[in-house]
């Protein structure tokens, strides 16, 4: 089960010197959205992932594939293939923020996501200064839904 929070970041809000935190150089496309079926490739591993409909939580299944793999379906993506770093910030109470900083049509677009281990901890959470809105009830910013070219920056 993934328990999440998205928030908009606004540029000029971000934290100094990203450049210090660890980060991963992620490639999406989707085979399907609904439901979602996505490849990834995060740095030199690749997925296959199953995401159930939903918000705040929704059931999510991460299989290896291989490099070929990957290549072989990715052509089949529908729509757009989303291209993005990922910044991994360490948040208070050992929670990560995970920085999307996204490249090529969404270039300027910014999400923070932050992962709980329960919906009681995620809807408790108080975002840092820096966050802007809460996006997490908003599938305009699903990934799977930016693939199809569907939101403005």
Known sequence: MEIERKFLIKKDRLPDN???YPCHEIEQG????EPVVRIRRQDDEYYLTYKSKGFMAREEYNLPLTKAAYLHLKPKADGLV???TRY???EKNGLTIELDVFHQEYE???LAEVEFSSQEEAESYCPPDWFGE???FSVRYHNS???RGLTEK
């Open 145 to 147: 839904t930016l693939s």
């Open 134 to 136: 809460d996006v997490t």
């Open 82 to 84: 989303i291209s993005k």
């Open 108 to 110: 300027g677009l910014l």
């Open 88 to 90: 991994l910030i360490p």
């Open 18 to 20: 990203l450049a210090q």
């Open 30 to 33: 989707y085979l399907c959205t």
